[in-house]
Nanobody
Framework: QVHLVESGGGLVQAGGSLRLSCAASGRTFSEYSMAWFRQAPGKEREFVAHISGSGRTTYYADSVKDRFTISRDNAKNTGNLQMNSLKPEDTAVYYC?????????????????WGQGTQVTVPS
């Protein structure tokens, strides 16, 4: 069992930056890959970024590539999402997720563990 808690959301003007964090507990963090997803009002949840258990491999959705950076610190059992050049369309609840680090595909199979989410708002 892995317990995840996100933090760092808030309101930021377009063009600004935010850093989300995900604190993990329960199992050996490095055995789990981690991802960030987001869900905007009235829309389905979408994949944002993925990082392997070692941190050596990352994947990004095209919509955030070159603006967002996913990272992790296995010694501190934390994952982060640095978000730069934020746009109004980035407004959503952001969730971190984890699954055992056995798969190459960043979105399949589904993630087993989820945090409660943190709101990011970028006014237009």
């Amino acid at each position: 069992q892995v317990h995840l808690v996100e933090s760092g959301g808030g309101l930021v003007q377009a063009g600004g930056s935010l850093r989300l964090s995900c604190a993990a507990s329960g199992r050996t963090f490095s055995e789990y890959s981690m991802a960030w997803f987001r869900q905007a009002p009235g829309k389905e949840r979408e994949f944002v970024a993925h990082i392997s258990g070692s941190g050596r491999t990352t994947y990004y959705a095209d919509s955030v590539k070159d603006r967002f950076t996913i990272s992790r610190d296995n010694a501190k059992n934390t994952g982060n999402l640095q978000m730069n050049s934020l746009k109004p369309e980035d407004t959503a609840v952001y969730y971190c997720a984890a699954r055992i680090d056995l798969y190459i595909d960043p979105t399949s199979p589904p993630y087993n563990y989820w945090g409660q989410g943190t709101q990011v708002t970028v006014p237009s």
